[in-house]
């Protein structure tokens, strides 16, 4: 039995908001993600943003970051030798709207990846673009309170008619929202909402979600009246939810996790809201509004494509206790597994997880999956101009044998991306040292360092995979 088809689209993943740097450059401008310092203070400013607007931090990572703005040819050039078949990207919302309300696009900005695109198709390689991933307009969050205004339904329709016009024939697949279930954990980087913290929290936060929902349907809408060939995805932040054990009460549990998980995909794949919305509104006290046009525009519009990210599993318990000392995730966070091997950064390594997890989301949906990101971030010891990460080698290894199983029991796989295939500024810590990529960047957690880039042992290994086309891992 073949593995992966021939035209498996393996590749590497990066986001704007974590790559590009060039801050304002070009007439960009400021994204919400551009506020956040690094470390303990990105962490408070996440929970609290209101305080980190009101702050001036000595060093903000997204202004330069690696510089993805001024690099692009030759990381490309490395991406390209790396063997890469497909580039999932993102589009910097505020580099073509710098405010999100204008009526006329930023002509700098989408020239910006009219070059970036034509760099990578010059190479044959396909591209894979989020149209928003962490970075909406900071003027959108702090005069219209961020995905909570249905206006930014409309303004992001504007963007996506622009860009899909644009790139029409370039770009074939395109993500409406980066992990969209994120706006739960992260309500101010995934939604832009800034008051979250006061009063009516859920009820804010599934409010903007719904206006994302219907977002992301005016933008199968118009990308099909552009151009019907358009594969439009969703995508969540994925991790099968285990039960801690077979007490019944910790499988109800770890239910009630899944189903928060699943939530918006349900919407974007079913076009309706799922069986158990209802009792899930009236136990959070949420009270959503939803007229009669916005079930229609859902119900007409669903995506091509399920994407995701998975980095590991969830565990979930009933028992309070447990739940005290909880495991940081991806932002997500879990009793920790005495099953698996810790990571760093409180994640748990667990591949075979992958497997079940791609099982799990496969059998909910039934359309084709894309894996757009997963990956190890790990701290590299640069040694004379070598980086020797046999333990993202053997991460990989483990992650794409058990992707393998998957496809052999029968799921439809589009592709993998790794996350950070080139280092790139954490999104959750704001720190350079927890590097994902197979291209090392010069760079340190407080901006310092050439931006020089070198390749690291797990370049060549990856390249061998990818030559392969999965068998040689
Ligand atoms: C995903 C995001 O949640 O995880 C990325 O889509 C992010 O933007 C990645 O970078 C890894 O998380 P972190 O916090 O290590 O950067």
Redesign the pocket.
């Given at each position: 039995m073949q593995r992966f088809k021939e035209d498996f689209l393996w590749g590497g993943a990066l986001?704007a908001n974590?790559s590009e740097g060039a801050y304002l450059k070009d007439g960009k401008g400021p994204s919400i993600i551009d506020i956040l310092p690094v470390g303990a203070p990105r962490k408070r400013g996440l929970k609290d943003p209101l305080q980190a607007l009101e702050q001036t931090y000595d060093y903000y990572p997204s202004h330069q970051s690696i510089d993805f703005y001024h690099h692009y040819k030759e990381d490309i050039k490395l991406l390209a030798e790396l063997g890469i078949k497909c580039l999932r990207t993102s589009i910097s919302w505020p580099r073509i709207f710098p405010n999100g309300d204008e009526l006329e696009p930023n002509e700098a900005g989408l020239q910006f990846y009219d070059a970036v695109f034509d760099e990578c198709l010059n190479y044959k390689i396909e591209l894979i673009v989020t149209i928003n991933?962490?970075d909406t307009p900071l003027y959108l969050a702090t005069e219209y309170g961020g995905w909570q205004s249905k206006q930014l339904v409309g303004f992001y329709k504007r963007y996506c008619e622009t860009i899909f016009k644009r790139y029409q024939g370039k770009v074939n697949y395109w993500i409406t929202f980066?992990?969209i279930n994120?706006i739960l954990r992260n309500p101010f980087l995934a939604g832009g909402l800034i008051d979250t913290e006061k009063g009516e929290r859920q009820n804010h936060i599934f409010q903007a979600a719904h206006h994302q929902l219907l977002a992301s349907a005016e933008a199968t809408k118009v990308a099909k009246e552009i151009d019907p060939n358009m594969q439009i995805g969703c995508m969540l932040?994925a991790g099968s939810v285990y039960s801690y054990t077979c007490n019944p009460k910790d499988v109800q549990a770890a239910i009630e996790r899944t189903r928060e998980q699943y939530f918006f995909i349900d919407v974007q794949v079913n076009g309706t809201y799922p069986y158990f919305a209802q009792r899930y509104f009236e136990q959070h006290d949420i009270q959503l509004s939803i007229s009669k046009e916005d079930a229609d525009l859902l119900a007409k519009h669903t995506v091509d494509f399920v994407a995701f990210?998975y980095?590991t599993s969830r565990l979930e318990t009933s028992d309070s206790e447990l739940r005290k000392n909880l495991i940081e995730g991806?932002?997500m966070a879990s009793v920790r597994n005495p099953y698996l091997k810790d990571a760093g950064?409180g994640r748990q390594i667990d591949p075979l997880g992958f497997r079940i997890t791609i099982n799990e989301i496969y059998q909910r949906y039934q359309l084709p999956l894309f894996v757009v990101?997963n990956g190890l971030?790990a701290e590299d010891e640069f040694v004379e101009g070598q980086i020797h990460d046999y333990y993202r080698i053997d991460y990989f290894s483990q992650h794409i044998k058990q992707m393998a199983e998957a496809v052999k029991d029968g799921v439809e796989l589009i592709g993998y991306t790794t996350?950070?295939c080139i280092d790139?500024?954490?999104?959750?810590?704001g720190e350079m040292k927890?590097r994902?990529g197979f291209i090392y960047v010069d760079l340190d957690n407080e901006g310092k360092g050439s931006r020089k880039r070198y390749k690291k042992d797990s370049f060549s290994w990856y390249q061998k995979v990818i030559a392969t086309n999965g068998a040689d891992v």
């Open positions: 986001a974590q991933h962490f980066n992990e994120m932040a990210s980095y991806n932002a950064w990101e971030g996350w950070g790139l500024i954490s999104a959750g810590t927890k994902y």
